[in-house]
């Protein structure tokens, strides 16, 4: 059976997800697709809607999972986000833009990764 990208993915969300959920955060949905891109997780931090990217790297040969969230892939979750709250009706909500980064068994978790 061959390497399956998407299935690691997966896995490495679910651990995200419930690192988040074990420091208060409520789970609205993982991998929230649009016809712009996609969302790994949108959580509830208290009064916040969260859009968090979450990037996992075995080792720093290739830089730091939390480098991989460049310009552009900020801007696709930014617009993925802004068609998630049209698309619900939230325009008032608080939001923000966090990255789950996972280097081997090391969970770095910064809140407002970027602005949009």
């Known amino acids: 059976m061959g390497y399956n990208k998407r299935a690691e993915g997966g896995r490495y969300e679910q651990i995200a997800g419930k690192y988040l959920e074990e420091r208060g955060y409520e789970i609205i949905c993982y991998n929230y697709r649009c016809r712009i891109g996609e969302i790994d997780i949108i959580a509830r931090d208290r009064d916040s809607l969260v859009f968090c990217e979450v990037k996992y790297r075995r ?41 789950v980064a996972i280097l081997g068994e090391e969970i770095t978790h910064i809140k407002n990764a970027f602005e949009y």
């Not at 730091?64 to 619900?88: F, G, L, S």
């Open 59 to 99: 080792n720093t040969s290739k830089g730091h999972p939390a480098e991989a969230v460049d310009a552009r892939k900020q801007r696709v979750i930014a617009r993925c986000a802004m068609y998630y709250i049209t698309a619900n009706r939230l325009p008032e909500i608080p939001c923000r833009f966090d990255v």
